[in-house]
């Protein structure tokens, strides 16, 4: 069945079951208020008949029938609104068949301008590759998401992701079960860090007289308040017992308060998160990657779900005393800080070591659901082969994966070996910045464990260079051609002589993230720092006159033939192409269009050899420029 068929059966499907638990809140609601006024009206007969007895029972008879109630109404709006996230979900899923986007993640906040090149293939963005795979929701998981996307993983990473995408791919329930959990809770999306570190810090221990007098002074200033109902003492004793308390309060008050802000904003989604624990847990995948998440998501004889839900009600509880009503009336009576913050260090020694490896493999669940979606919404793109003995590149009918399938032209090549270019001659929009961000994006996806949008691919490991849309920089007082410069210059410190022998292995990641490779602004990290460059130049030094421009483009390919390099250079200087061919590592291909009764005609298939025909002249006469009159 057709995947876009799928979505919109399972939006329907969802549909209903949203109207129909809406049906079942309104119904709800309605015996809630007629259980309420019913209570009130025979507790009122009963006190009217002097039955007292009854009265008491009629209101522990009715507070416990609502509160059965409203736990019922909690369940069914928490259905309701688990199945309109699915429908937003499934809405989205077909959306994107037709490259259109209704979630608002971009990930253009993990984006970077001296990135190597995901300003050039639309990494991040409103149309970009972030935004056609991310089914992340929490601030981790798109956070590991845009890492896969920032730079090449290590080739048994990238296999240990497909087969955990393979895994995962059928499992639609439960994936998007997963997405519609994280979607409930906005606050989920706020990054942990903070609760982390709170949990993770060493601190000094609470004074130890306070593990007794938090349970005898209040049992004292009970037992106080009680004699002075019942005249004993004057309420000035109580007052005095309640000073006490707040002495005591006094000690511990700027420790509670830092904890509170350190968990007050995280708190909320812990509830949610707690779902989503849950949720992992009960997926028994098979796949190396999937089995040491199940691994991860423990904590001695405890599971993350559980130990994130006490975390949960001990942060909320906590939390009660930004309440000044509350504190006044209960909290100073209680020593209710001090309760909670011997609660919560307990919590804190027993699973702090654990919670930054609960979030990670969270993280880590939810960039391989999203990969995972990604392959299920495209059932005919392939797995790419990750090849370590040599550089290859060899794609079969690739098209560009931001491209509606309807809307895209597939073309194949090969090239192997280091030191290679591939030189693309063609008229103006033949299709050759298409190509070249085609080719990238594509390897882009396949490094980080995605399918890619071809019959067949095959790549190396590599680091991906581009330079396609240098612009000019008011602030920094920069011309194009000069930032190109600079780009090209980034270029040639990346590349390594052919003599220092390329490397194709990447250290491993592991799933604590102490061994992800470092983030950088432009994406590379030590380990990559050997991995062969593929390069894509647009329209080299298009900034410059033509004769410097030969020249120029001309020394930088072989310059780069003598490094480990290999890649594309478009460029509409067929002398180039004529000059370096002789020489045996450039070969040449070009896009070409037709004049069919003076409207231009393109069909962007990829051809060998150098372009012959081009259309400048025709699009500038198309537009009322008179060529005829240029003086031969």
Same mark, same amino acid.
């Given at each position: ?38 209570? &009130? $009206?025979?507790?009122?007969?009963? =006190?009217?008949?002097? %039955? +007292? !007895?009854? *009265? ?108 955990? &995408? $393979?895994?995962?791919?059928?499992? =639609?329930?439960?994936? %998007? +079960? !997963?997405? *519609? ?120 004889? +405890? ?330």
């Amino acid at each position: 069945m057709p995947t876009e068929t799928v979505f919109t059966e399972r939006q329907q499907k969802f549909t209903q079951a949203e109207e129909a638990a809406q049906r079942q809140h309104n119904q709800l609601a309605f015996w809630r208020l007629v259980w309420f006024i019913g209570i &009130v $009206a025979a507790i009122w007969l009963l =006190i009217q008949l002097n %039955q +007292q !007895l009854g *009265a008491i029972v009629a209101l522990v008879t009715g507070l416990i029938g609502f509160l059965i109630l409203l736990k019922k109404h909690q369940s069914v709006r928490h259905k309701r609104d688990l199945a309109h996230q699915l429908v937003l979900i499934n809405k989205d899923e077909a959306s994107r068949l037709k490259r259109q986007y209704l979630r608002p993640e971009t990930g253009e906040q993990f984006a970077s301008p001296t990135h190597y090149y995901s300003g050039d293939l639309d990494v991040f963005g409103k149309h970009s590759l972030f935004r056609l795979l991310n089914r992340t929701h929490t601030y981790g998981g798109q956070k590991r998401l845009a890492t896969w996307l920032k730079a090449p993983s290590a080739p048994e990473s990238i296999r240990l992701r497909q087969q955990a &995408v $393979a895994e995962l791919n059928p499992q =639609i329930e439960w994936r %998007q +079960q !997963l997405e *519609a959990l994280a979607y409930v809770e906005s606050a989920i999306s706020r990054s942990p860090d903070v609760l982390i570190k709170w949990a993770t810090e060493k601190t000094s221990p609470l004074p130890g007289y306070l593990t007794i007098i938090r349970f005898v002074f209040p049992a004292i200033t009970l037992s106080l308040f009680v004699a002075w109902l019942m005249g004993y003492v004057p309420g000035g004793v109580v007052l005095l017992g309640l000073a006490v308390h707040g002495l005591v309060l006094s000690q511990t008050s700027g420790r509670a308060k830092e904890v509170s802000e350190q968990t007050f904003e995280i708190s909320a989604a812990l509830r949610a998160f707690r779902a989503l624990f849950q949720h992992a847990e009960k997926f028994k995948g098979d796949a190396v990657r999937l089995r040491a998440i199940q691994q991860a998501l423990t904590s001695g004889n +405890q599971s993350a779900s559980e130990a994130i839900g006490q975390l949960g009600r001990l942060t909320e509880g906590l939390n009660y005393r930004r309440n000044p009503y509350f504190f006044l009336l209960f909290g100073i009576a209680t020593l209710w800080d001090v309760h909670y913050l011997f609660r919560l260090e307990r919590w804190r020694q027993t699973h702090g070591p654990d919670i930054n490896r609960w979030f990670e493999a969270l993280s880590e669940l939810e960039a391989l659901n999203s990969l995972a979606g990604f392959s299920y919404a495209h059932p005919t793109y392939a797995t790419p082969d990750i090849v370590e003995d040599q550089f290859t590149l060899d794609i079969t009918l690739a098209t560009h994966p931001l491209l509606a399938q309807n809307r895209s032209v597939a073309n194949s090549l090969i090239v192997r070996g280091s030191g290679k270019t591939i030189l693309i001659t063609g008229s103006n929009m033949s299709g050759k910045s298409t190509f070249l961000r085609t080719v990238g994006a594509n390897v882009v996806l396949a490094l980080a464990g995605a399918v890619v949008s071809a019959e067949r691919f095959s790549c190396s490991p590599v680091r991906v260079f581009t330079s396609m849309r240098t612009q000019d920089s008011l602030e920094e007082s920069t011309s194009s051609f000069y930032a190109e410069l600079k780009r090209l210059q980034t270029l040639i410190g990346l590349t390594k002589p052919k003599a220092d022998r390329p490397q194709t292995h990447l250290s491993q990641e592991r799933l604590d993230g102490q061994q992800f490779p470092e983030e950088h602004p432009d994406g590379a990290s030590p380990s990559q720092d050997r991995l062969p460059v593929l390069y894509f130049l647009d329209e080299i030094l298009k900034g410059t006159n033509s004769a410097d421009r030969h020249r120029g483009a001309e020394a930088l390919i072989r310059q780069l033939h003598q490094t480990t390099a290999s890649g594309f250079v478009s460029t509409h200087d067929l002398e180039l192409g004529q000059l370096t061919d002789a020489d045996g590592f450039v070969r040449n291909y070009h896009f070409q269009s037709d004049l069919n009764n003076g409207e231009l005609i393109f069909d962007y298939k990829l051809r060998n050899g150098i372009c012959e025909s081009f259309n400048a002249s025709q699009l500038m006469q198309a537009i009322g420029i008179e060529m005829g009159v240029v003086q031969k």
